[in-house]
C-alpha cells in the first residue's frame, strides 16, 4: 500500500462488509495474497467470524459465528486492515470509493458485501419494528419487556423463530400466506410444527452447538450492523410481561393495510386500555397491541454504490453477480445478501438469504478474484450445485435439501411424506422418478443419504412409497 495523502490510501483489493460474506472473502483475499494488504472497510465497529466450520456432509455445513472487535481478524492475518468507516459513494470509473470519514480508497479489484435491511412497513414509526442486527434485536426486547401483546407480520425464518421464542406476550401473527413457514415449509409441515407453539415451550431448550453472539454494545450512532443469524435471541430475555408461555393467534392470508396510533372509531378484534398502536389487516379485523415487529424479508444494501455507477440489478433490487461472482461494473464483485445470483443455476439450487450462502458466496468472490488476477479458469464451486441448509425451528432440526417445497417444477412432481406427530416430519419432493428434493424435520438421520440420491439424481420408480418405510434402513439399502 503507498498511501498518496492521509486521507487518500491505495489497496489493491478492498472489501466493503464486515458480516459473514465480507471477512470470508477479506480473510481468503489475506491467505492467498500474503504479500499485499488487503482493506475491509466496514459500518459497523464488531465484525463476524466463522468458527467451528463443521462440513456436515458434502453440501451441508454448520458453524458457529462470533462477533468480534477488529483487532482479532488483524491479528490472525498481518495484511489484512480493518477500517471502521461506512462507505457513502463508489466511482468505478476511477476505482475510488469514498467513506464517510472523508477518506478516499483506490482500488484494483473490489468486493461489495454489505447485506442488506429488513423491509420496514413504515419506516419512521417508532412502533414498528424490524430486527436485524444486535442494537436492533436490543431495541425490541426493550419494548418487549413492558408489552402484553405485539402483532408480528411475515412469515419468514425471523417471523417463524420469533413467535416461538417470545413468552409471557400474547402475538398475533399476519401471515400472508395458507400456512406458517411457506418460505420453507409447506402445509404438512406447517401442520407438523403448530402444536409446538400451543404447547408450553420445554423448560430448557437443548443444547444447540450453533452460534453464539460476544455482545458488545454499539455506540447507537445509527450505524449498519450486520445481520444477526441463527440463535440471534440467545443471550437476550424474549419476556413480556404476562404469565402465559406461548400465546400465539394466526391470521392467515392477510397482510397490514393500515396502522393507525388512535382507537376512535375502530372495530377493534382485541384491545387494551394500555394500546399504543392499532394494526388494520386486510381481512378487515383490527388488532390493538404495544408494537408491531415486520419481519417481511429484506433489501439488498446498494444505495452507497449506485449514484453515478451502471450497476445491473435484478428484480429484488440485489446487484445482478454472474457466474465468477462478478457484478456488471468491471472489477467489482458482490457477495451475500447484497447481491443476486445471475447465472442460470443448478436444477437443485436456488439463493436464499441465508448465512450459509453469505459465507460460501464470500469465499467463492474471493477465489474468483485470485482466478481473476491470476488469469487462470475456475469453475462455479459444487456448493452451488445443490441447495443445503441446516437450521432450527421450534426447537427441531431442520434440513432443507434441493427443491425441497417443489420451487419451480410446477406440477411435474409428486410428494412422499412420512410423519410422527411431535417426532419427526419427512416430506421428499420426486420429479419423473428421480429426487428433486427433501424436507427433514427431527432427529431423522437421512440427511446424507438423501442428499447423495439427489445428487445422483438415480431412477427410484422402483421404490414407490418404500423410499420412505420407517422399517428400512435406507442407508444399508443403497450403499
Ligand atoms: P451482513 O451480515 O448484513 O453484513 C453486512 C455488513 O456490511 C455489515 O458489517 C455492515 O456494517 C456493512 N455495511 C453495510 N453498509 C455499509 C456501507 N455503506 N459501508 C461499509 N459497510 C457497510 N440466516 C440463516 O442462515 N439462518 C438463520 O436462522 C437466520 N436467522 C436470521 C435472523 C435474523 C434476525 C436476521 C436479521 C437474519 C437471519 N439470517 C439467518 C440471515 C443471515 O443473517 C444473513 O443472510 C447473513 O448474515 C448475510 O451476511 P452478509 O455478510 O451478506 O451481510
Not at 134 to 142: G, L, V, W
Not at 158 to 168: Q, R, S
Not at 367 to 392: G, M, N, Q, W, Y
Request: with cysteine.
Amino acid at each position: 500500500m503507498a498511501g498518496t495523502s492521509e486521507s487518500e490510501k491505495r489497496f489493491r483489493f478492498v472489501v466493503v462488509g464486515g458480516g459473514i460474506a465480507g471477512v470470508t472473502c477479506a480473510e481468503q483475499l489475506a491467505l492467498q495474497f500474503p504479500s499485499e494488504d488487503i482493506a475491509l472497510l466496514t459500518a459497523a465497529p464488531l465484525v463476524k467470524t466463522v468458527t467451528n466450520f463443521r462440513q456436515v456432509s458434502k453440501t451441508l455445513q454448520d458453524f458457529s459465528v462470533e462477533e468480534q472487535p477488529a483487532s482479532i481478524l488483524e491479528e490472525k492475518y498481518p495484511n489484512l486492515k480493518v477500517i471502521h468507516s461506512a462507505v457513502k459513494g463508489l466511482h468505478a470509473k476511477q476505482h475510488v470509493l469514498q467513506t464517510e470519514n472523508r477518506q478516499v480508497f483506490h482500488y484494483e479489484k473490489l468486493c461489495l458485501c454489505s447485506g442488506a435491511r429488513p423491509k420496514l412497513l413504515i419506516p419512521d414509526n417508532p412502533n414498528v419494528l424490524g430486527i436485524r442486527d444486535t442494537d436492533s434485536a436490543q431495541e425490541f426486547q426493550k419494548h418487549l419487556s413492558k408489552a402484553k401483546r405485539m402483532v408480528v407480520v411475515g412469515n419468514g425464518g425471523i417471523a417463524l423463530e420469533l413467535v416461538y421464542e417470545v413468552e409471557g406476550c400474547e402475538v398475533i401473527w399476519a401471515i400472508k400466506d395458507k400456512a406458517i413457514g411457506n418460505t420453507f415449509f409447506d402445509a404438512g409441515a406447517a401442520q407438523f410444527l403448530i402444536p409446538s407453539l400451543e404447547a408450553d415451550k420445554p423448560e430448557k431448550a437443548l443444547p444447540c452447538k450453533r452460534t453464539r453472539y460476544t455482545t458488545a454494545s454499539k455506540d447507537g450512532s445509527g450505524e449498519l450492523g450486520s445481520a444477526l443469524g441463527p440463535d440471534w435471541h440467545e443471550g437476550i430475555s424474549l419476556r413480556g410481561t404476562e404469565e402465559v408461555s406461548h400465546r400465539v393467534h394466526v391470521e392467515y392470508e392477510c397482510e397490514i393495510k393500515t396502522i393507525y396510533s388512535q382507537r376512535e372509531g375502530l372495530q377493534t378484534v382485541r384491545t387494551n386500555s394500555t394500546d399504543i398502536v392499532y394494526a388494520h389487516l386486510t381481512n378487515g379485523k383490527t388488532f390493538g397491541c404495544d408494537f408491531i415487529v415486520s419481519a417481511t424479508g429484506v433489501v439488498p444494501n446498494t444505495e452507497p454504490f449506485l449514484h453515478g455507477n451502471n450497476f445491473e440489478l435484478a428484480d429484488d433490487r440485489g446487484l445482478k453477480v454472474n457466474e465468477h461472482m462478478l457484478t456488471s461494473v468491471p472489477d467489482v464483485y458482490a457477495a451475500g445478501d447484497v447481491c443476486t445470483a445471475g447465472w442460470e443455476p443448478s436444477a437443485l439450487w436456488q439463493q436464499m438469504r441465508l448465512w450459509t450462502q453469505a459465507r460460501q458466496m464470500g469465499w467463492y468472490a474471493a477465489r474468483c478474484i485470485v482466478a481473476d488476477v491470476l488469469e487462470e479458469p475456475i469453475e462455479l464451486d459444487f456448493c452451488f450445485e445443490l441447495f443445503s441448509h441446516i437450521t432450527k425451528f421450534f426447537n427441531y432440526k431442520v434440513v432443507l435439501l434441493g427443491k425441497f417445497n417443489a420451487q419451480g417444477l410446477g406440477s411435474n412432481h409428486e410428494l412422499l411424506v412420512r410423519c410422527t406427530k411431535g417426532h419427526e416430519y419427512v416430506k421428499v419432493v420426486l420429479s419423473g422418478g428421480r429426487m428433486m428434493g427433501a424436507i427433514l424435520i427431527g432427529e431423522t438421520d437421512l440427511e446424507e443419504t438423501f442428499e447423495n440420491l439427489i445428487l445422483n439424481q438415480m431412477d427410484l420408480s422402483s421404490y414407490g412409497e418404500e423410499l420412505l418405510n420407517p422399517n428400512i434402513d435406507i442407508e444399508d439399502y443403497f450403499d
